[in-house]
C-alpha cells in the first residue's frame, strides 16, 4: 500500500469532502498545520510515497526533493511556480497537475466581486464602527455606471466580467496583445491604451496568470496612473505587481483604496503588517478559492491522479519523460 500525505489541510476539511473516498485503499495522512522549515518537513515526508498540495501553500524546492529518495508523486492542480520541476523531473518525481482549461473558478471570481462591494460600500470600516456603537462613518460608492477595467481576458475574468455587467457597469479591457486580440474579437471594448485603462477606470481588478514573464507586470507607474477615487482588486497573486509598489501607492494615494486576497509571503502569521493593516486597504488571507464547492471541484482532480498514478496510468502529467524512462 502507498503511503500518501496531504499538506496544509488547515481545518481538515478535506475527509469531509465526498471526493475523499476515492482515496479508499491508500494509507492517508492529513497535515493540518503549515511546516515552513525545510529540515522538519523533509523529515516528516520521508516516509511518504506521494504527496498532495493544497495549491502554492508549500513551496517543493530542489533543496527537499533531494532529501526525499521515497518520493515518487507529487499531485495537485492547475499552475505550479512553487514546484521545482526540473529537479522533480532529475529526481525521478512525477508531478500531476490538472490545468483545467474548462471552466473558470467561479469561487475565486465571486470573491472578487465580494472584495469590490466591500471596499466601495467601506464594509468593513462601517462594521467596525457599528461594533464600536458609532453607527455609520462615511458615504460609500454605487457600482451602477461605473467602469472596471479587467486585466487579463481568461475565465475568471470574463466571469467576473458577467457580474459587473448585472450591476450595470461599463467593462473594459487590458491585457496581454493576443487577449486584447481575442477580447476584439468577441467585441469587447478594449481600452484605446494601457495608460487610459488605468486613468479612466474606476475599479481595476486583475485576473493574470502568475509565470517568470507576468512577474511585476503592473509598475507603480501603472498605479500612480490610477485616480484618487479609484480601486485597485487583486485575488491573482501579489507577484503580478511590483514589488514594494502597492503600499508606495497606497501612501500616496493612486490609486486611493485597493482589495486584495494575496500576499508577497504566505501565510501573514505576525500581527500589524504594514500592508495587510493599511487604511485603504481591504484585505482578506486568499480565501479566493477557499469554499467547499470548490475544494470538491479541485481535490476530486487531484485525487483521481493520485489513483490513476498508483493504478499504473498516470493522467495530467507535466513532466511525463519520468514515466517514459
Known amino acids: 500500500m502507498i503511503r500518501l500525505a496531504i499538506l496544509d489541510d488547515w481545518f481538515d476539511t478535506l475527509r469531509t469532502l465526498r471526493c475523499f473516498d476515492r482515496l479508499s485503499g491508500i494509507d492517508v495522512t492529513v497535515f493540518t498545520d503549515h511546516q515552513p522549515d525545510i529540515d522538519r518537513l523533509a523529515e516528516r515526508l520521508a516516509p511518504f510515497d506521494a504527496i498532495v498540495l493544497f495549491r502554492e501553500r508549500t513551496a517543493i524546492p530542489r533543496e527537499l526533493i533531494a532529501r526525499l529518495p521515497g518520493l515518487k508523486l507529487i499531485s495537485q492542480r492547475s499552475v505550479y511556480p512553487h514546484?521545482?520541476?526540473?529537479?522533480?523531473?532529475?529526481?525521478?518525481?512525477?508531478?500531476?497537475?490538472?490545468?483545467?482549461?474548462?471552466?473558470?473558478?467561479?469561487?475565486?471570481?465571486?470573491?472578487?466581486?465580494?472584495?469590490?462591494?466591500?471596499?466601495?460600500?467601506?464594509?468593513?470600516?462601517?462594521?467596525?464602527?457599528?461594533?464600536?456603537?458609532?453607527?455609520?462613518?462615511?458615504?460609500?460608492?454605487?457600482?451602477?455606471?461605473?467602469?472596471?477595467?479587467?486585466?487579463?481576458?481568461?475565465?475568471?475574468?470574463?466571469?467576473?466580467?458577467?457580474?459587473?455587467?448585472?450591476?450595470?457597469?461599463?467593462?473594459?479591457?487590458?491585457?496581454?496583445?493576443?487577449?486584447?486580440?481575442?477580447?476584439?474579437?468577441?467585441?469587447?471594448?478594449?481600452?484605446?491604451?494601457?495608460?487610459?485603462?488605468?486613468?479612466?477606470?474606476?475599479?481595476?481588478?486583475?485576473?493574470?496568470?502568475?509565470?517568470?514573464?507576468?512577474?511585476?507586470?503592473?509598475?507603480?507607474?501603472?498605479?500612480?496612473?490610477?485616480?484618487?477615487?479609484?480601486l485597485l482588486v487583486n485575488t491573482s497573486r501579489a507577484g503580478l505587481i511590483e514589488a514594494g509598489a502597492l503600499k508606495l501607492a497606497l501612501d500616496a494615494g493612486r490609486p486611493g483604496k485597493a482589495a486584495i486576497d494575496v500576499f508577497d509571503e504566505e501565510p501573514i502569521t505576525w500581527a500589524n503588517d504594514p500592508l495587510a493593516t493599511h487604511p485603504r486597504l481591504v484585505a482578506t488571507p486568499h480565501i479566493g478559492f477557499v469554499t467547499e464547492d470548490e475544494f470538491e471541484i479541485q481535490f476530486a482532480d487531484i485525487f483521481d491522479q493520485v489513483v490513476a498514478w498508483h493504478a499504473g496510468a498516470p493522467i495530467n502529467m507535466i513532466n511525463p519523460e519520468v514515466v517514459d524512462r
Not at 129 to 153: D, E, N
Not at 160 to 165: G, K, L, N
Not at 175 to 193: C, H, I, L, P, Y
Open 83 to 230: 514546484v521545482d520541476v526540473e529537479a522533480c523531473t532529475d529526481h525521478g518525481v512525477l508531478l500531476c497537475s490538472n490545468m483545467h482549461a474548462g471552466a473558470p473558478s467561479y469561487a475565486a471570481a465571486e470573491h472578487s466581486f465580494a472584495l469590490i462591494l466591500a471596499a466601495m460600500r467601506d464594509i468593513p470600516a462601517q462594521m467596525a464602527s457599528l461594533h464600536a456603537g458609532a453607527w455609520q462613518m462615511g458615504v460609500g460608492k454605487s457600482l451602477h455606471g461605473r467602469q472596471i477595467g479587467l486585466y487579463g481576458y481568461g475565465r475568471i475574468g470574463r466571469q467576473v466580467a458577467h457580474y459587473a455587467r448585472a450591476f450595470g457597469m461599463r467593462v473594459v479591457w487590458w491585457g496581454s496583445e493576443a487577449g486584447r486580440a481575442r477580447a476584439t474579437d468577441n467585441g469587447e471594448q478594449v481600452a484605446d491604451s494601457r495608460e487610459a485603462f488605468f486613468a479612466t477606470s474606476d475599479i481595476v481588478s486583475l485576473h493574470v496568470r502568475m509565470k517568470p514573464e507576468t512577474r511585476g507586470l503592473i509598475t507603480a507607474g501603472d498605479l500612480a496612473a490610477m485616480g484618487a477615487d479609484s
